[in-house]
């Protein structure tokens, strides 16, 4: 399997922006489909945006459509989150992982998350 690792997230004041990367090894990212979730303490995981293996498909959560894009390079093996206009409640631990177009995400490889936190 693929191991991902995240970073790039941060303390941020609302309307700020952040750019989140998840770096993959073990295997190329061209292979999977990939996605950004998040998840807040408590409460269940949200799917905030998905990129299909070739890319030609890409699904937003309609909370952050608009706001948020996700983008990967194939060529460095990382999957990007450009988030703009950040809200207060975008604060969550956010993950990226990576799966085999349809298949059921956990159970493939997530990365361990990086925190966004997000002030008003």
């Known amino acids: 399997q693929v191991q991902l690792v995240e970073s790039g997230g941060g303390l941020v004041q609302a309307g700020g922006s952040l750019r989140l990367s998840c770096a993959a090894s073990g295997r190329t990212l061209s292979s999977y489909a990939m996605g950004w979730f998040r998840q807040i303490p408590g409460k269940e995981r949200e799917t905030v945006a998905v990129?299909?293996?070739?890319?030609?498909?890409?699904y937003y959560a309609d909370s952050v459509k608009g706001r948020f894009t996700i983008s990967r390079d194939n060529a460095k093996n990382t999957l990007y989150l450009q988030m703009n206009s950040l809200k207060p409640e975008d604060t969550a631990v956010y993950y990226c992982?990576?799966?085999?177009?349809?298949?059921?995400?956990?159970?493939?490889?997530w990365g361990q998350g990086t925190q966004v936190t997000v002030s008003s």
């Open positions: 992982a990576a799966a085999p177009d349809g298949a059921p995400w956990d159970e493939y490889s």
């Open positions: 990129v299909s293996k070739s890319g030609g498909s890409i």
